[in-house]
């Protein structure tokens, strides 16, 4: 079984600084993570993934996350943010055989301008 | 770019009233789940269904639930006899095929609140 902690349920940064999500799992397993964000009204889209290979991922719209093994994290980072950023993220993980995503409890993430 | 529809986004109901979720999974996905995330708490799992039968079911899934895809486009999810804690954001979720690959697809939820 995997499970997914996020600690931090609501950040609050200053539109064009920079932000970290924290991301920690466990697993007795090999993982796939992801990040996931919901934006007001909209369901869950996939924002990136680690499935194997670099350990530094990155989105589209300048996200980047880097999987560290050894203390079992998947941080999300931003060198700097929007307003159009404000939404809810979540981290998640897979197991490599049944592939039921398992979710943190998610961070809300609001930019002041 | 092909969405997962649900309706209601919103649905109340009274304690011990059946209630179904509606789902339009993307048309050509094979593969389809149902997530569920009481508020403040983690997104949890409840069901996957693949080839008109349920592949996977968590142990919240007991026998008040029920999954239907009666007519090759909606996928339902049935709750037969509400109570408070069934009150929740309900995630319908579809993708083409297994494998890192293929990424699951998301609908916008139905905030189920039962009174």
């Known amino acids: 079984a995997q499970s997914v902690t996020q600690l931090d349920s609501q950040v609050p940064v200053f539109e064009e600084a920079p932000v970290e999500l924290r991301c920690n799992y466990s697993?007795?397993?090999?993982?796939?993570l992801f990040w996931y964000v919901q934006y007001p009204n909209q369901g869950l889209q996939l924002l990136l993934k680690?499935?194997?290979?670099?350990?530094l991922v990155e989105s589209i719209n300048g996200f980047e996350a880097e999987f560290n093994k050894s203390q079992t994290s998947f941080h999300l980072r931003k060198p700097s943010v929007h307003i159009s950023d404000t939404a809810e993220y979540f981290c998640a993980v897979s197991d490599l055989i049944n592939e039921k995503l398992t979710f943190g409890t998610g961070t809300r993430l609001t930019i002041i301008p | 770019e092909p969405e997962v529809t649900q309706t209601p986004s919103h649905q109340v109901t009274q304690m011990g009233q059946e209630v179904i979720l509606r789902c339009v999974p993307i048309?050509?996905?094979?593969?389809f789940y149902w997530y569920r995330q009481i508020l403040g708490q983690k997104v949890e799992f409840l069901v996957s269904?693949?080839?008109?039968?349920?592949?996977?079911k968590s142990e919240i899934f007991d026998d008040q639930f029920s999954v239907e895809r009666p007519d090759g486009s909606n996928f339902t999810l049935k709750i037969r006899s509400t109570k408070l804690e069934d009150s929740a954001m309900y995630f319908c979720?579809?993708?083409?095929?297994?494998?890192?690959?293929?990424?699951?697809?998301f609908g916008s939820g139905t905030r189920l609140t039962v009174v």
């Open positions: 697993s007795s397993v090999s993982v796939y």
């Open positions: 680690y499935l194997s290979g670099s350990t």
């Open positions: 048309s050509n996905h094979l593969y």
């Open positions: 979720a579809s993708r083409y095929g297994q494998g890192p690959d293929y990424g699951y697809t």
């Open positions: 269904f693949y080839n008109n039968e349920i592949s996977e």
